[in-house]
């Protein structure tokens, strides 16, 4: 992501805390393509190839660069799983201690392996997201902890380069941009980036922001604090987004939606996705498939942008986080081994049944 420093708060006297994060791909999807139709071409950019399988490394990256510049021993934030593997890893990267507040029995297993591995100090309180990204607030009132979840700036300045690397593979900003909404920094963070590179010149163009919520956490398609949010998609499980202002101007702005699958409608996605084009990511990061299935499906939102979609349009949908983060959400959607004895003729008798 250094290569983005021009664009960054940074001067010569920020130590780049770095994992070689960023340049992710974006990866052209003919299936995806077919169904939207009308010429239009689809590209997933693929975020869970970042060093800690997620977007969250673009803004750790900046948050504890600065953290350290800033003089900070210790690093703190709440966290659906994500933020917190990202932490650990670029807080173990800086030599600065992590503290990271989870709420107990709600975080995919691979998320937890992360923090314990990259040595953070792990806290699982009795409560949700919200209540954790609370006490988070509380504790760095007080306490000389730098906070490095997405209400620290300088996460959202280090997930704009997303935006700059899509117009730089495209040669211009998309017309659609799909991806899922949690606590809404992501869709923040690419708006940013978008109207930075059009403004210098560099784009021609504003994609429509079109977010997708998981229906039963979905604060910003109802217009209101979801006091127990629910999904399987923990990582968007979030009841009262942070950033909830400025996405709904980017989607104003940028004449987009918000609108929400179903649990269903994001296990068929992630399913379809990992079968049909080999692309594994975790239940969250389907939200944007789902999402847009239903954009060309019998029901969409009033304010889709696909029905309105002219010949040739370009779409990114954005795959915020590998599979292997959620392994158990995987193991209960898979079929079963079939056993055999270690024998060629059953086996071939076996694979053809
Ligand atoms: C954090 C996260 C999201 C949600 O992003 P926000 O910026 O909170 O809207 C979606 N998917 C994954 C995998 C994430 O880690």
């Known amino acids: ?67 350290v510049e800033a003089g900070s021993q210790a690093v703190i934030c709440a966290s659906t799983g994500n933020t917190s593997a990202a932490a650990a890893a670029y807080a173990a990267r800086a030599g600065v201690a992590c503290i990271v507040l989870l709420p107990a029995g709600k ?14 100090k792990v806290v699982a309180i009795e409560g949700n997201f919200d209540d954790a990204l609370r006490l988070v607030r509380e504790i760095g009132e007080t306490e000389p902890i730098a906070i490095v979840n997405s209400i620290n700036p300088f996460r959202l300045e ?3 380069t997303a935006s700059f690397e899509i117009i730089e593979v495209l040669g211009d900003a998309p017309d659609i941009h799909v991806l899922p909404v949690g606590n809404a920094g992501n869709i923040s963070a690419y708006w940013m ?11 021609t163009k504003l994609p429509k922001m079109t977010g997708f919520q998981a229906a039963g956490s979905a604060p910003i398609f109802y217009g209101k604090v979801v006091e127990k949010p629910d999904t399987i998609a923990t990582a968007i499980r979030i009841g009262n987004p ?14 987009g939606s918000i609108d929400i699958v179903t649990d269903a409608e994001i296990l068929f996605a992630q399913q ?64 079963s081994v079939i056993p055999a004895k270690a024998d060629k003729t059953e086996i071939l008798r076996l694979i053809a049944g």
């Open 1 to 67: 992501m250094a290569r983005w420093r021009e664009f960054l708060p940074v001067t010569d006297a920020t130590p780049f805390i770095s994992l070689n994060e960023g340049s992710t791909p974006l990866i052209h999807s003919p299936k995806l393509s077919a169904r939207v139709g009308r010429g239009c071409e689809v590209f997933i950019k693929y975020e869970g190839l970042n060093p800690t399988g997620s977007f969250k490394d673009r803004g750790m990256t900046m948050a504890l660069s600065k953290a």
């Open 107 to 120: 975080i995919a297993f691979g998320k937890l392996a992360q923090a314990f591995m990259y040595g953070a």
């Open 158 to 160: 280090g997930q704009k």
């Open 193 to 203: 980036g978008y109207r930075e590179f059009h403004k210098l010149g560099r784009a």
């Open 242 to 255: 942070a950033s909830w202002d400025m996405a709904n101007a980017a989607i104003r702005d940028s004449g």
């Open 272 to 335: 379809w996705l990992a079968a049909n084009e080999g692309i594994f990511v975790e239940p969250a990061s389907a939200a944007s498939i789902a999402g847009l299935f239903k954009c060309l499906g019998s029901a969409p939102c009033a304010t889709c942008p696909f029905p309105q979609i002219a010949e040739g349009s370009k779409i990114v949908c954005t795959v915020t986080g590998h599979g292997l983060k959620d392994p158990d959400i995987a193991r209960e959607q898979c079929g």
